[in-house]
């Protein structure tokens, strides 16, 4: 899939971080991609996974315009408002995220913590001249999204679709049966050669996963 002129200088960083997650009165060990798509100069920071400092190594130095959640489970959210005080970045989430957001972060008590601006569904963000359009997809979480970058022939898919199929949902604020729905509805529809950036383990694509999740 071509790059437009626009963003053709735009790319996609990774990094692997480890720490726990924390749900349900377990914790484990987790390790998370860190994905971080810009230019030379300025980029989005997907999700802010146990280490600001590791974070800010992939940044390299470049102007954080947004910190994407693509939901707010603790490992992919824990280190945000550390994150946004190191590069003055917004915060984004939505907004159906809330209750497990407020479980890390808190809710309207003195002290608390919440995200700058809500993500909705079919919304479009730019970076570097690279458009990227925000997919609800419910089901491992509430508000959980999809970030498509079409100009770079990618989706980032959070904890909604890995290789071999759709994420966890056997804790609390999950379903089986609507993460499913939004696999089939909204990234099926994607082609198949979109190649599939996951917040744990590896990619995938699009295609490969089709097979399993079509019926």
Known sequence: MGASPSSRSVRVDHAVVSG???????????????????????????????DVDAIMAVVAGRAV?????????????RVAPELRRRTGAPILLHPDDRP?????????????????????????LTI????????HTPGHAPGAVCLYVHDLGCVFTGDTL???????????????????????RRLLELP??????????????????????AG
């Open 65 to 77: 315009k947004a910190i994407v959640c693509t939901h707010a489970h603790d490992d992919h959210v």
């Open 162 to 184: 890995f290789e071999g199929g759709p994420g966890a949902t056997g804790r609390s604020y999950s379903d089986a049966d609507e993460i499913k729905d939004s696999i089939r």
């Open 20 to 50: 726990t997650f924390s749900l349900d009165g377990e914790t484990h060990d987790v390790d998370n991609n860190l994905w971080v798509i810009g230019d030379d100069e300025q980029c989005l920071v997907v999700d802010a996974p146990h």
């Open 192 to 213: 198949d050669e979109t190649v599939v950036h996951t917040g744990h383990g590896p990619d995938t694509t699009i295609g490969a996963e089709r097979a399993g999740l």
């Open 128 to 135: 570097g001249g690279a458009a990227i359009k925000v997919i």
């Open 100 to 124: 497990l957001w407020e479980l890390t972060h808190g809710g309207d008590e003195e002290g608390a913590e919440l995200w700058d601006v809500d993500l909705a569904d079919d919304q479009t």
